[in-house]
T-cell receptor
């Protein structure tokens, strides 16, 4: 299957700082990438849909000014958590959409801890 | 009513058993169906992908889609302890919006 990487896999930051998470599709081009958040023992919660060359579409309740998404190329999307607070601590997972099959491939996830 | 319903389990089976995992859905427009396996603290891994109806087999895994009943299944034959994980179903109508089940936690006991 196709490979999606995420970096970093784990990050600890202080409250008030910003953190950038990278999502890369390694062996295919993805015009669409998704960003999810997952709490322990819960399912995936879609945060936003990222389309290459255009603004991301955010789900209801997700602050677009806090979670900045940039999909600058067909293989890279970034999520920046700005002014992070402890309640932003979570597991963030990206995925990339392969066309024309519409198979969605996930990255390994990034565990963010805000102290 | 949720778009996708999945029994969260937990499901516990002995090694070698056949496991049956299921999801039901309400949107008749869904035509892309996927099963993912997720280990703790890891991203989901695509196991099976089916377009429209029918069966698909890959090794010990078989995915079935019954669009008339709005029901999809994943069967795991000769289950192994390494199959212990959470299994998520996912589906989409047009490939732009995906709906996930809540996941079924499976434990295979040696």
């Amino acid at each position: 299957g196709a490979v999606v990487s995420q970096h970093p896999s784990w990050v600890i930051c202080k409250s008030g700082t910003s953190v950038k998470i990278e999502c890369r599709s390694l062996d295919f081009q993805a015009t669409t990438m998704f960003w999810y958040r997952q709490f322990p023992k819960q399912s995936l919660m879609l945060m936003a849909t990222s389309n290459e060359g255009s603004k991301a579409t955010y789900e209801q309740g997700v602050e677009k000014d806090k979670f900045l998404i940039n999909h600058a190329s067909l293989t890279l999307s970034t999520l920046t958590v700005t002014s992070a607070h402890p309640e932003d601590s979570s597991f963030y997972i990206c995925s990339a959409l392969a066309v024309p099959s519409y198979e969605q491939y996930f990255g390994p996830g990034t565990r963010l801890t805000v102290t | 009513q949720k778009e996708v319903e999945q029994d969260p389990g937990p499901l516990s089976v002995p090694e070698g058993a056949i496991v049956s995992l299921n999801c039901t859905y309400s949107n008749s427009a869904f035509q892309y169906f996927m099963w993912y396996r997720q280990y703790s603290r890891k991203g989901p891994e695509l196991l099976m992908y089916t377009y429209s109806s029918g069966n698909k087999e890959d090794g010990r895994f078989t995915a079935q889609v019954d669009k008339s009943s709005k029901y999809i299944s994943l069967f795991i034959r000769d289950s192994q302890p390494s199959d212990s994980a959470t299994y998520l179903c996912a589906m989409s109508a047009y490939g732009n919006q995906f709906y996930f089940g809540t996941g079924t936690s499976l434990t295979v006991i040696p």
